[in-house]
């Protein structure tokens, strides 16, 4: 059974830092593609980042690059999200999510297959 368990959320004021982590098991993390999606009230899920299997290969949506760093630990089984500079419009649900087939780009589109129950993050103007 895969589970995937999203921690360090909260509520930071704009300008503030929070850095999110997604434990994994059930899965063999090392193959899996990695991602961050999120989803503000009234607006549909979208992508954040993602990170390849071995961490080499990582992309951003626009509106995270320069503040936002994906990256991912294979030895701990997870993955971090550290979010910078953050914004009143970065306010929303977090969710990792993981492939669970080896080879996928690290993109949008995963596919993902598997996904964490989601953790609150709240910026302050």
């Known amino acids: 059974q895969v589970q995937l368990v999203e921690s360090g959320g909260g509520s930071v004021q704009s300008g503030g830092s929070l850095r999110l982590s997604c434990a994994a098991s059930?899965?063999?993390?090392?193959?899996?593609?990695m991602a961050w999606f999120r989803q503000a009230p009234g607006k549909d899920r979208e992508f954040v980042a993602a990170i390849s299997s071995n961490g080499d290969s990582t992309n951003y949506a626009d509106s995270v690059k320069g503040r936002f760093t994906i990256s991912r630990d294979n030895a701990k089984n997870t993955v971090y999200l550290r979010m910078n500079s953050l914004k009143a419009d970065d306010t929303a649900v977090y969710y990792c999510a993981a492939s669970g087939r080896r080879g996928v780009a690290p993109a949008s589109t995963g596919p993902y297959d598997y996904w964490g129950q989601g953790i609150q993050v709240t910026v302050s103007s």
């Open positions: 059930g899965l063999i993390f090392r193959w899996s593609t």
